[in-house]
């Protein structure tokens, strides 16, 4: 009975290596990577009322596989100094995403290609003077012909529109105010740059920090769309190298075309480490002449 197993235990072996091998071939070509980018990612364009555009995204197939993409398009505003983006029509507000008219709902990548979508942007003739804002998404779609479950992945293009007109322009540059004592880890930056206009514009924010001496040791620059009627807060972060540092930070940002500087801030950087030994050499010089004063005391009394 024994020799019969023994005599079985090869093509068991085998048996089992064939299910884990087909197992694994399924799953590697259930588990194919949807890989997808659109370019550019924001398209920034003025338009006079009544008046068409014609545009174009480049949607990427970086994967080997095959998919297909369905496009849409869908309103676009932001909530909280976050800019946490939402893509619902603010009520009393014009739904832009209408006005986007795509050439195809539909398409098929192959693996490591891209494929060119045109679309129109029609702006009726009735629309008022100022920004408009939508996203074009264009979002991989199930492959019936693949076994297993392949995610859904989307990416957009958001679209910002400027109805040529007289439009207010405007906004305004604060931030919070920085801690004047630093002991450990990343110092946080921010700056809030609030839009009061009737349109978006780009912000460039710009952070230099200096040591003690006036010599750069931190740079940074961000350039955000900042939409009308929001705030938007852009923050950075410095680590110190050195252990103790006195450091001034310094802050500018465009705001609707106008160059504007936060006043400066100084930042006393000390390890806690440092603090530490400080302390404890303190406590010990403290304690030394204390302890020969009551030796002394004490050699008198006796």
């Known amino acids: 009975m024994?020799?019969?197993?023994y005599r079985l235990f090869p093509l068991l072996v085998v048996g089992i290596a064939i299910l884990v091998l087909g197992n694994t071939a399924i799953y590697a070509e259930a588990g194919k990577s949807q890989v997808i980018t659109v370019t550019p990612s924001s398209?920034?364009?003025?338009?006079d009322p009544g008046a068409s555009i014609s545009k174009s995204i480049n949607v990427i197939n970086g994967g080997k596989g095959t998919f297909a993409i369905a496009l849409s398009t869908s309103p676009y505003h932001v909530t909280g100094e976050e800019y946490d983006p939402q893509f619902t029509q603010l009520p009393g507000?014009?739904?832009?995403?209408?006005w986007v008219h795509l050439s195809t709902k539909s398409a098929t990548v192959t693996g490591n290609n891209d494929v060119t979508i045109p679309y129109t942007i029609d702006v009726p003739t009735n629309a008022a003077p100022g920004g408009y804002y939508a996203v074009l998404f264009a979002e991989t779609s199930t492959d019936n012909e693949q076994t297993g479950v392949v995610s859904h992945n989307r990416v957009g293009n958001i679209l910002y529109i400027t109805v040529n007109g007289t439009v207010k322009i405007g906004g305004n540059l604060s931030g919070d105010k920085l801690p004047l004592l630093h002991f450990a880890g990343p110092i946080?930056?921010?700056?809030?740059v609030s839009n009061s206009g009737?349109?978006?514009?780009?912000?460039?924010v710009a952070y230099t920090v200096t040591d003690f001496k006036g010599n750069d040791i931190f740079k940074a620059t961000f350039d955000r769309y900042v939409l009308p009627q929001t705030e938007r807060e852009i923050k950075s972060s410095f680590t110190p190298q050195s252990v103790i540092g006195l450091y001034t930070v310094h802050r500018t940002a465009t705001v609707a075309g106008t160059l504007e500087t936060l006043p400066d801030q100084k930042i006393f950087v000390i390890?806690?480490?440092?603090?530490?030994?400080?302390?404890?050499?303190?406590g010990i010089l403290v304690a030394f002449p204390l302890q020969r004063a009551r030796q002394r005391r004490r050699s008198r009394e006796s």
């Open 2 to 5: 024994l020799h019969r197993i």
């Open 43 to 47: 398209t920034d364009v003025s338009i």
């Open 188 to 192: 946080q930056i921010g700056t809030k």
């Open 93 to 98: 507000t014009v739904d832009a995403s209408e």
């Open 271 to 282: 390890n806690p480490w440092l603090l530490i030994a400080i302390t404890f050499l303190l």
């Open 198 to 204: 009737g349109t978006h514009f780009i912000t460039n």
